[in-house]
């Protein structure tokens, strides 16, 4: 009888646990052994979920965590916990890894090797970055650590530097918390995701729960007290008191082991796959998660997006095409929904400034509706942009900001970008009406109209 090939999967979240457990399933242990390598604390856990543990909606640590490393080697996976790998040695078909509890390192041999990484916040190099109470949250280990500073801290001020979705979910974390929170933000509005107009709705809202938010404020250098915690933030304009820091200025992909392996990267930085997420010019290697590079399917390009939507989707794409089976994944459309307080923030495809970029002539329609029938009780108020090819009508983007029952209106235009329709095409969907969920004319298919009278319009 054949020996077990062995796969070996870095990387012990979304991504790399959802690779190892399809594979699992398709292959047994006399079939395929499987060894993963995870450098943190915990396994298979929800990182978007981090926010809302640290502010204290999600109560405790281990809601978070979807199966544990005991239930993942109850199903013959090796899971090793706290084990750094060190080095991928690509032609001898092996990897070195480090016990991050002893110190002692040794050799792992694989045939098949899911490099699954993930990302790390961005921490630019500015002088007293490193200083104790400054935080990134990438990770369940991060949010732990936040959250010990937050419970040692006897003061209540705290910066957040960058207005992404990061940094705009920990800034209404640690209001509940009930911290003085100011985000310092070197764009025009927060959140860059959306279009400056679109931004402008989140900023006042973060206003409106307390938040003071600076725009175009360039972080220069943290400061730190006597005893080397921080103790402000300092701009080129000003320098803001702070007890505690959270830096969401957004992640990179943790490619640093793989290009030393000589594994090809993009322009984001992030590992370069084909369609069934092997790494290009390697048949036993593939990569998933926040690590990779994908490909846009309204811009044609590659770029970096990381979200546990993406990173699950890549695992199971992988763990059926390691475990014998086959599976693709032909891209994304950049679909993301976010809140802050009791508003919701959601965007899909293209923004006009990646519009612009693209070299594409392009039209936009902005509405206001409301959730629910005007006369239902509870209808509040949403803003709906849609962006469009102007001779064609082909749909490239939406944005939606409002109250309950708007972020996931998104999913809509979604399928729509998918679809390659028009916006004219779109008019004619056939969505669900009732009072208490939506108006007779959806909110979206009102952007869809307003957007065909552009087209008709600029095209002309």
């Known amino acids: 009888m054949a020996a077990a090939e062995r796969l070996v999967v870095i990387g012990g979240d979304a991504a790399g646990m959802s690779a190892a457990s399809q594979a699992r399933r398709l292959k047994g242990p006399d079939e395929l052994e499987i060894v993963a390598f995870e450098r943190g604390h915990f396994s298979s856990y929800s990182a978007c979920g981090i926010p809302y543990w640290v502010g204290g909606a999600v109560p405790d640590r281990d809601d978070l965590i979807a199966r544990t490393p005991e239930e993942h080697r109850a199903r013959d996976i090796d899971l090793r916990i706290r084990t750094e790998v060190t080095d991928i040695d690509v032609a001898g078909g092996r990897v070195r890894s480090r016990d991050l509890e002893s110190g002692a390192e040794s050799w792992t041999g694989f045939d098949k090797l899911v490099v699954t990484t993930g990302a790390r916040p961005v921490r630019p190099p500015l002088p007293g970055i490193d200083a104790p109470g400054v935080h990134g949250v990438q990770t369940l280990d991060d949010g732990q650590a936040l959250i010990g500073t937050l419970e040692r801290t006897k003061g209540r001020r705290a910066v957040v530097v960058g207005a992404g979705y990061i940094g705009v979910e920990m800034a209404e974390a640690l209001v509940g918390r009930g911290y003085e929170v100011t985000v310092l933000n070197r764009g025009e509005q927060p959140m860059a995701t959306l279009d400056p107009d679109m931004g402008r709705l989140v900023h006042e809202a973060m206003n409106g729960m307390g938040i003071t938010t600076v725009s175009g404020a360039e972080v220069t250098k943290v400061l730190t007290g006597a005893d080397g915690r921080v103790r402000a933030v300092a701009t080129d304009a000003e320098t803001y008191p702070a007890d505690v820091v959270v830096l969401g200025i957004g992640v990179e992909p943790e490619t640093t082991l793989a290009r030393d392996a000589g594994l090809p990267v993009g322009s984001y930085g992030g590992l370069v796959t084909d369609l069934s997420m092997r790494v290009v010019g390697h ?178």
Not at 418 to 435: I, N
């Open 283 to 460: 048949d036993n290697i593939w990569a998933g998660g926040d690590c990779v590079e994908v490909l846009d399917l309204v811009s044609g390009r590659r770029r970096h997006i990381a979200l546990g939507t993406h990173a699950n989707k890549h695992g199971q794409v992988i763990g059926s095409n390691v475990g014998g089976g086959y599976a693709t994944f032909p891209g994304v459309v950049g679909t993301a929904v976010s809140k802050v307080c009791d508003l919701e923030i959601a965007r899909t495809g293209l923004r006009e400034k990646d519009a612009r970029a693209e070299g594409l002539q392009f039209v936009t329609a902005t509405i206001e509706s409301t959730s629910r029938a005007g006369y239902y009780p509870g209808a509040s108020p949403m803003t709906v942009k849609m962006t469009a090819e102007r001779r064609t009508g082909r749909l490239l983007g939406v944005q939606i900001v409002g109250r309950e029952g708007a972020g996931k209106r998104v999913d809509i235009a979604a399928v729509a970008l998918h679809a390659r329709m028009t916006v004219e095409q779109m008019t004619a969907l056939d969505l669900g009406y009732a009072p208490p969920f939506s108006p007779v004319w959806d909110p979206v298919l009102v952007a869809a109209r307003k957007a065909v009278a552009a087209v008709r319009e600029g095209g002309a």
